[in-house]
């Protein structure tokens, strides 16, 4: 389907009879928007195991219970 979107007042186009909810937006330099759909999984898809692991690892944060900060830009340069 291709048709001629406008924007409303507060900049927001409807996209007709769309099978998503969410879309990962690509605003290129050329001036072209492409829409990516995508699925948003629920809280609850997460394992119990890694919901223990993000709780502990949370309490450890705020007992300051941290390693030291890791330089990224190290890392990426031996990879």
């Known amino acids: 389907m291709t048709y001629i ?3 409303d007042s507060k900049n927001r186009l ?3 009879k769309s099978h998503f909810k969410y879309y990962k937006v690509y605003a290129l330099a ?3 928007v492409v829409l990516e759909p995508q ?3 629920p809280v609850t ?3 119990p195991e890694l919901l223990k692991q ?3 690892s949370v309490a450890n944060y705020r007992k300051g219970n941290v ?3 890791i ?3 190290a890392v990426a340069k031996k990879t």
């Open 5 to 7: 979107g406008t924007l």
């Open 14 to 16: 409807t996209i007709r």
């Open 30 to 32: 050329s001036g072209v």
């Open 39 to 41: 699925k948003i999984d």
């Open 45 to 47: 898809s997460l394992s």
């Open 54 to 56: 993000i709780d502990t």
């Open 67 to 69: 390693s030291d900060p």
């Open 71 to 73: 330089d990224v830009d």
